[in-house]
């Protein structure tokens, strides 16, 4: 099925969101800057920052803020980044038992500078949540580490409830989107995790609007549960400046569910699929839904 361009560069309606504002946004923000900590909702523009905020949530992103790739859709910085900080892992944990968060998400740039990746850091900080937060699910969203089997299971041996690992787009634009990524290379991640720890709850996001085909989409999909992937996001591509790559084409709410109904279908126990959604929106009740105190599975379609 043939995907027709949008026309113009104006966003629909569809995608406007509220300015950040109210006491719970301010007190997050407050305490992110007291524990001089980032967070990918500022540092990648996300269009969700208020929503989370003003909840009391946020994805933690540790190893600094600059990233050693550079990815033609991300608005995060690259360049030469700086050592780890050791006290970094304290300092989430704090964040993590003073907003009494029940859910964590932790994320990264990519370090490719690092011999390991940054996957020691990763099983730092989960150490730690555990340690001040035990009754706190962790979800590690994870660079690609380089196809290092070792790196990813030091990051497993943390025992994190969630391995998030995003393929972005289709095959065809791997090279077009991230430069210094690979397609298999993240379906192989996803795999082997599921391999290394059956336990563990796999988890990939997608980017549409970037010139891909529908059939494309769902082959990528074919793909992932392929590797065991059990939870899927789906959002709507937006350029966060004129440098990065143009938006090809907007879709709709409709089409969105289209995706997520289809997904659904394929075998995904949860699938987030809306033109706002990103890897860790809403991720909380993802991981309620795959690890239940009580009653039965499913699968769960956020439309």
Same mark, same amino acid.
């Given at each position: 099925?043939?995907?027709?361009?949008?026309?113009?560069?104006?966003?629909?309606?569809?995608?406007?969101?509220?300015?950040?504002?109210?006491?719970?946004?301010?007190?997050?923000?407050?305490?992110?800057?007291?524990?001089?900590?980032?967070?990918?909702?500022?540092?990648?523009?996300?269009?969700?920052?208020?929503?989370?905020?003003?909840?009391?949530?946020?994805?933690?992103?540790?190893?600094?803020?600059?990233?050693?790739?550079?990815?033609?859709?991300?608005?995060v910085n690259h360049g030469e980044p700086a050592?780890?900080?050791?006290?970094?892992?304290?300092?989430?944990?704090?964040?993590?038992?003073?907003?009494?968060?029940?859910?964590?998400?932790?994320?990264?740039?990519?370090?490719?500078?690092?011999?390991?990746?940054?996957?020691?850091?990763f099983a730092a900080t989960v150490m730690r949540?555990?340690?001040?937060?035990?009754?706190?699910? %962790?979800?590690?969203?994870?660079?690609?580490?380089?196809?290092?089997?070792?790196?990813?299971?030091?990051?497993?041996?943390?025992?994190p409830d969630v391995l998030n690992h995003n393929?972005?787009?289709?095959?065809?634009?791997?090279?077009?989107?991230?430069?210094?990524?690979? !397609?298999?290379?993240?379906?192989?991640?996803?795999?082997?995790?599921?391999?290394?720890?059956?336990? %563990?709850?796999?988890?990939?996001?997608?980017?549409?609007?970037?010139?891909?085909?529908?059939?494309?989409?769902?082959?990528?999909?074919?793909?992932?549960?392929?590797?065991?992937?059990?939870?899927?996001?789906?959002?709507?591509?937006?350029?966060?400046?004129?440098?990065?790559?143009?938006?090809?084409?907007?879709?709709?709410?409709?089409?969105?569910?289209?995706?997520?109904?289809?997904?659904?279908?394929?075998?995904?126990?949860?699938?987030?699929?809306?033109?706002?959604?990103?890897?860790? !929106?809403?991720?909380?009740?993802?991981?309620?839904?795959?690890?239940?105190?009580?009653?039965?599975?499913?699968?769960?379609?956020?439309?």
């Amino acid at each position: 099925m043939a995907m027709e361009k949008t026309p113009g560069r104006r966003h629909p309606d569809w995608l406007k969101v509220r300015i950040p504002c109210g006491p719970e946004y301010q007190r997050t923000r407050a305490l992110l800057n007291l524990l001089d900590l980032h967070t990918v909702c500022e540092e990648a523009l996300c269009p969700n920052l208020g929503e989370c905020f003003s909840s009391g949530t946020a994805t933690f992103m540790i190893l600094g803020n600059v990233c050693t790739r550079s990815c033609r859709f991300c608005a995060v910085n690259h360049g030469e980044p700086a050592p780890p900080d050791p006290s970094e892992p304290d300092r989430i944990a704090a964040a993590a038992e003073r907003l009494g968060l029940r859910h964590m998400v932790i994320t990264s740039v990519t370090r490719d500078d690092l011999p390991d990746g940054g996957a020691s850091h990763f099983a730092a900080t989960v150490m730690r949540i555990r340690e001040r937060c035990p009754g706190c699910t %962790v979800e590690v969203l994870i660079p690609d580490l380089q196809g290092s089997p070792d790196a990813l299971a030091a990051v497993l041996a943390a025992r994190p409830d969630v391995l998030n690992h995003n393929v972005e787009t289709i095959r065809r634009l791997q090279k077009t989107v991230r430069p210094q990524g690979d !397609y298999d290379r993240s379906l192989w991640i996803l795999g082997h995790s599921k391999a290394l720890g059956p336990a %563990v709850t796999t988890k990939s996001g997608i980017m549409l609007g970037l010139g891909e085909e529908w059939d494309e989409v769902l082959e990528t999909l074919a793909d992932l549960r392929k590797v065991g992937c059990e939870v899927v996001t789906l959002g709507q591509y937006l350029r966060p400046t004129r440098d990065h790559l143009p938006i090809a084409r907007h879709y709709s709410p409709e089409e969105f569910s289209k995706f997520g109904k289809i997904a659904s279908d394929m075998g995904f126990r949860v699938v987030e699929s809306a033109p706002l959604v990103r890897s860790s !929106y809403r991720a909380e009740q993802a991981v309620q839904h795959m690890h239940p105190v009580a009653g039965a599975g499913g699968s769960r379609l956020v439309r």
